[in-house]
Each structure stands twice: as structure tokens, then as C-alpha cells.
């Protein structure tokens, strides 16, 4: 089976045949991937991670297949059901924060850019019938975050309003979808005016161009304020979304695009009694709410572009270039 | 009658004999003042207000005495209790936030540095009868922010480690003995070692020097780490304590006095699942709460000095020291 490895950072994937399992650990199943999806932790990784790696590790979160074999005898059922995995793995029992038993799928354990993946059948789901595999590995890894960030933190309500920075990127991109599926009114950042074209004709209610001097004036005449802020950047803006938040609001944050933030005032965090929400992935019970959702909803994900597995590098060049609106996606089988 | 009046930034204030009122407004009641106590936000106002005040307005927030009169005919039996005074004014129906109408007490009404006071009834309660007047006038604006920080925001569970910083401000001591009556184990900041001691002695689990080089380290090691944190500063330590956060703590922040907060780190806050809450005052229903946890545990405020109300302005320059360990207060009749 092919596989594509990474051995250290500033290096590209390697794509490697290797040998398929033949054993399976406890109550693990054995899944032909059909797709798997890229996400932009494994770009920080490519980028940062220092860590040495002598057989090097398969990276990838998110994929959909079908099951080919189980090692349980009572598990022999799912042979052939089409899933999709839950790129969360050893959560722990506290749903406020992950134990330190957690990692996300793809390090330090093999992950789905390959043609076969032997894992656990606890992080295995019925794939929502409404969707395509490719479909499919697009919604995990941005799903739980997005689903996380809207609803367990924000615990957005019918109604309100949204702002939502960096349009485009695929958490993003499913809070959005999420958000107006629940009935809030949606808006939108970019420093892409495309994207924000894009996000009109999906729904969003207003859209802001941070490349715009004035953005901040305008969103304030325009949008007046927020109930919820989910950013997916921090950086100098932050402040900004914090004064664009209406009292009471819930700011949520998972990302770094824009690196560290400089200079929040304290009285705006106090006087306006703002809630500031660090997250990241979920737990299981919010992955199967996640896909009940998406299921209800019969919502797709906004998918980019799809790469044969053998074009994985180009697939992550894309994604640096950060021109994507929507999932990068690798087809596998 | 004797009120202590503000006529702008960087003046002392002045006391004047005024006229007693003879009309009381729809439901107010009219009180004799027997101790206020002096806030952090008073002094703010008398170096940063820049609003001109032609007429001048007493200030305080904080106050204790005995109702000599009431408007409404159905209020006469109100007359001779014992009451206190919650100075959060006008908050709005919305729990999460004050309405655009909420003022504290003092600014713009006139507050209770003086010698009577007309005011709603709404906003007086019974004084908790194991407090002396003196005692119930430390209670009612730092007993409520200390109580929306750590009960409504941070939602503090028993057994749960919580850092207080700056401790010996009045919602920092209130912090302190809600949490200890919690069973909750406290640690504290300080950057006088006398008053480490005096918080060692009133139960503290730790005490740790911010003016120590090595602080961040021995509290770490020392601590371990905090499930709730309640900072009355920002500033350039606040990363320091998102730091000694435990994954998923709940992070609060109701002050200012070490300014704007450099350089938050948006992995920490989600990686560590963070969440940080800005908090002020609170509603009426968590003021009654709050004498009601005041009185099941039987907590007596720490009361740092007592000052005549005309020597008000030695009260404030001793505030302005910043050497008090717990609340300043006023004799007035």
C-alpha cells in the first residue's frame, strides 16, 4: 500500500509503498480509504515540528473508506460499512479539555494519507448516507472544531448575529454553514474579495475585507455589533473583533494564522463582560452530534479542489498559498 | 447636611453642607448614612473623569444606615430598619450583561459619601445582622464582583485550586473567603510579603511574591497549576497566569491597575481550552445571593481602616498608596 510519510520539518511528504497490516491490535478495524482531507495542522507541523522521526510517521486526520476487516469476532458485522473517522483520539473523560492522552490522528499514530489505515473502531462512524466519500473526509477534523466553537463554547442562539473571520478556510466554512443552518445571521472577513463573494451567495448577511483601511468603521456602521466572534486568526486584529463584540458577547478563538496578540485592554474585557473561549477539536459525544447535524441539515461541505494522493505536496503548496475556499481534499481509492 | 463632593479630575474632593431633601421621588426611601466604604473605581474617576461637573456629584457606591423615611404610603413600615445598599444601578434584564442604563452608584446619581441619601428602595436590602454598620458598608460593591467572578463566571466547584491575585483589594479579600467557605484551596499573589502573611493566616494554601524574579517557577512548582484564576490587574503578568492555568481553567479579570495585557499566546488559549471572562458588578439576584452566602457562613469583612468622612480625601491617598489590606471605610454618624 502507498502512504505518504513525514520525516521532519522543511521537508516534503514521501510517498512510500510499504506493507499492509496483517494484524490487528484489539478491537481495531482495518479501513481502505476512499479520501482523506488536509488540514492546516499538518502544515504547522511540516513547518515546526523539530521533533526526530526515524520511520517516520503517516500524517492525515480526516478520511472516509470502507471497513475490510475486524479483529474482534463479534466485530465481523462491519465489514463493508462506508465511515468516517473521528480524528480526536483519547479525549479523555473531562469534555472541557482534552487529557494529556490526547493527540489528534496523524501524530504520533498513523494517520489516513494512505491507502489503508488500522485504527480503533471507538473513532469509527457510519458516514452520513447523504454524502460522496470525498464529501465525507471533508467534514471531520473542521466539522468538530467549528461544532465545538459554535455551539459548546459560544452556545449561539437562534437569531444572533456572527462574525466570522477568514472565510474560506474550512473550520470557518462549517461554522458559517452551521451558523445559518441555525438560524443566526452570519458575517464575514477575508483580505480576499472572491471569498467574500462566495460567502454572499452562500448566505452570509455581510462581508468585510480586513485589506480595507476602514474595515473596522465600516463593519461597526454596517453590522453594528456581535453576539458571537469565532476567529481563526488572533494577531493585532483581535483587539478589533473585541471592540466589534456587543456587550456580552462570546469570542471564540482556535487558530493562529495571524500569531500572537498584542494589547487587549482589560477594561473592554470587564466593562463589556466579554467571554473569551480557547478550543480545539472535541470529544466523541460532540463528533456524533457534529454528524447528526450535518446529517439533519443534509449539509455539504464547501470543497476546494481535490488531489490524487500521489500530489499530496501539491495539495499542502496550495494550501499555503491560503487561496482555498473550502476543503483541500485527496482522493485515495 | 454633609456631602463630599467631585467637581473633576485631579481635585480633591470638598466638603459641603447642603440641604437636607424634603421630596422623596416615586418609591425611593431616605436613609441616614452611618458608614460608606471608598472603591478603586472612585479613584479611577478622580484621575481619568474629564466630564465637566457644574454642579458637581457626591460620590459612593458603598453604604450602610437607617431608613428615616419612605415616599409611598405602603413603605412607611420600612422606617428604623437596619439596611445596606447595592450600588449596582439600573443593570437591565440581561444577566449576561448591564443594560446602556446601569450606572454605579455615585456617578452620575449621587452616591452615599454624605450624610443622608434618597434612593429607590430597589436598591436596599436588610443589613445581614451578624455585621456591625461599619462591617456592612465593606460588603456590597466588592462582595458582588467577587461573587459574579467566582460563582457566575468561573462557576467555582468545590475542591478546585484558585489563584487571587493582588490580594488585600476588597474583591480580592472577598475572592478569598467566598472561595475558602467554598472548600475551595486558595492560593494568592501579593507584592508585599506582610500582606502574604496576613492572607496566610486568613487560610491561604500559598502565597507567592509577583516582585520575587522567579515567581512564575515557584508557583508551578509549588501549585502545580489553577483550575480558576481572579486577577484584578491585566498587564504584562497576565500570560504569566494563563500559563499556570490548568488545561480548561476558567480565567477572570475584573481590574485594570496594571493596564493593557501584551501578548497573549492564541495556542495557549486553545490548546489549554481556555476560557476568560470579564466581569463587574452583578444583578440583583446575584447581590441577594451573595448576602445570603455572607450570612450562611457568617464572613465578616477585612476591614483595613476606618477614616471620618471629613478626613475622606486621607482615605483616598491611602487607596492611592496601595498599602491597604482590605476595605477602607467611612464613619459618618
Known amino acids: 500500500m502507498r502512504a505518504a510519510f513525514f520525516h521532519g520539518k522543511d521537508t516534503p511528504l514521501t510517498l ?9 491490535a484489539k478491537d481495531h478495524v482495518y479501513i481502505r ?27 492525515g486526520s480526516d478520511g472516509s473508506g470502507i471497513i475490510e476487516a475486524a479483529q474482534a469476532e ?3 458485522y462491519l465489514i463493508g460499512k462506508e465511515v468516517v473517522i473521528n480524528p480526536s483520539v483519547g479525549w479523555g473523560n473531562n469534555p472541557a479539555v482534552q487529557a494529556h492522552s490526547f493527540s489528534i490522528l496523524g501524530y504520533p ?4 494519507f494512505s491507502d489503508y489505515i488500522s485504527i480503533s ?27 465545538r466553537a459554535l455551539f459548546t463554547k459560544a452556545r449561539l442562539r437562534k437569531g444572533e448575529k456572527v ?9 470557518a466554512l462549517w461554522a458559517m454553514q452551521f451558523a445559518l443552518a441555525f438560524e443566526a445571521r452570519v458575517f464575514v472577513t477575508s483580505g480576499s474579495q472572491e471569498k467574500l463573494e462566495k460567502a454572499l ?11 480595507d483601511e476602514n474595515w473596522v468603521d465600516k463593519i461597526t456602521k454596517e453590522a453594528g455589533g456581535f453576539d458571537v466572534i469565532i476567529d481563526s486568526a488572533g494577531g493585532p486584529q483581535f483587539n478589533a473583533l473585541l471592540e466589534m463584540a456587543y456587550p456580552g458577547a462570546r469570542v471564540v478563538i482556535y487558530g493562529r494564522t495571524a500569531g500572537m496578540i498584542p494589547d487587549i485592554s482589560p477594561k473592554t474585557l470587564f ?3 466579554l467571554s473569551l473561549f480557547g478550543t480545539t477539536m472535541g470529544t466523541t459525544d460532540e463528533f456524533l452530534s457534529m454528524l447528526d447535524f450535518v446529517h439533519k441539515h443534509q449539509l455539504k461541505p464547501i470543497i476546494d479542489s481535490t488531489f490524487p494522493l500521489d500530489n499530496i505536496n501539491d495539495a499542502f503548496n496550495k494550501m499555503d498559498e491560503g487561496k482555498q475556499f473550502g476543503k483541500i481534499v485527496l482522493s485515495i481509492s
Open 16 to 24: 512510500k509503498e510499504i506493507e499492509n497490516s496483517s494484524n490487528l
Open 33 to 59: 480509504l476512499k479520501n482523506a482531507a488536509i488540514n492546516h495542522h499538518e502544515l504547522w507541523m511540516m513547518k515546526e515540528q523539530s521533533e526526530s522521526m526515524p520511520g517516520g510517521v503517516i500524517l
Open 74 to 76: 463479534d466485530d465481523q
Open 109 to 112: 499514530a498513523h494517520g489516513t
Open 121 to 147: 473502531k471507538k473513532q469509527v462512524f457510519e458516514k452520513p448516507e447523504h454524502l460522496s466519500f470525498e464529501e465525507a473526509a471533508a467534514v471531520p477534523l473542521a466539522g468538530l472544531t467549528a461544532y
Open 163 to 171: 462574525l466570522i473571520t477568514g472565510i474560506g478556510g474550512g473550520v
Open 201 to 211: 451567495a452562500m448566505g452570509a448577511s455581510g462581508t468585510f475585507n480586513y485589506k
Open 271 to 273: 466593562w463589556k463582560q
